[in-house]
């Protein structure tokens, strides 16, 4: 039974990994005094890149759809390839040596996000609870949701017909972006989304603290400190 609510959630996650690994011939040239050499960092640029991308391409009559956005990663992954072919002995020396650090980033990623969807999923509403906050539900929502309508760029806002957001909205056409990849509708990839933003936070968190500290295990306890070591309410 739980399977079908955990379905649009696996999806995200395996999107996202794979758009990291994507990212990762990148990020490895780009991030090359980090310890994990960018891998944490590739999985942020995964969701971030293919968005800015496709929404520049999209303030032309070019339409932010699906077909759109699929040329985007081909590109993205055609010039991945191109980096693979001329890093690849360097990136098998860093996997073979540094593949403990791969492995606690994947199992944090796939850890973090299971752990934060499966606590949303205890809480799924889009609206204003006094009990758990969240009074900016409603507009984010209407953001996301009128970005998977959107074709053209600068988007229209869903409050006043005929304007333009006041408001930054770039991360919520994040999210919009790989709803549109993994077809997924917006009630779901609202809370899909905040599983992936705690998923990353986790990661990232780690990276920065075995960079810091050059040890995995105060990498993770940084993470635990940022991300799970507060007051769970204000």
């Known amino acids: ?32 005094r980090l310890r994990d050499r960018g891998l944490a960092l590739s999985k942020l640029a995964g969701a971030f890149f293919p968005a800015y991308v496709a929404w520049i391409l999209c303030h032309s009559p070019i339409p932010h759809t699906r077909t759109t956005l699929v040329a985007v990663l081909a590109a993205i992954a055609l010039f991945s390839l191109f980096l693979l ?11 073979k040596l540094r593949w403990p650090a791969a492995l606690v980033l994947e199992l944090v990623f796939w850890l973090g996000g299971l752990g934060a969807g499966w606590i949303r999923a205890q809480i799924p509403a889009i609206a ?29 806002d869903p409050w006043l017909a005929g304007f333009v957001p006041n408001y930054y909205y770039f991360g919520h056409l994040v999210w919009a972006t790989i709803a549109k990849i993994t077809a997924t509708p917006p009630n779901i990839a609202y809370n ?34 940022i991300m799970l070591g507060g007051n769970i309410k204000p």
């Open 1 to 32: 039974m739980m399977m079908p609510v955990f379905t649009p959630l696996l999806i995200w996650l395996l999107t996202l990994d794979l758009l990291g690994w994507l990212h990762f011939p990148l990020c490895f040239r780009v991030a090359g």
């Open 85 to 95: 072919r001329h890093d690849w002995q360097a990136i098998r020396t860093f996997l």
């Open 128 to 156: 204003f609870d006094p009990n758990w906050y969240g009074a900016e539900k409603w507009a984010d929502y209407a953001l996301l949701s009128s970005f998977l309508r959107q074709t053209r760029f600068p988007p229209l």
């Open 192 to 225: 899909t989304a905040l599983a992936m933003i705690v998923a990353l936070a986790l990661t990232l968190s780690v990276s920065l603290g075995y960079h810091l500290f050059r040890r995995l295990g105060l990498g993770l306890f940084l993470a635990f400190l």
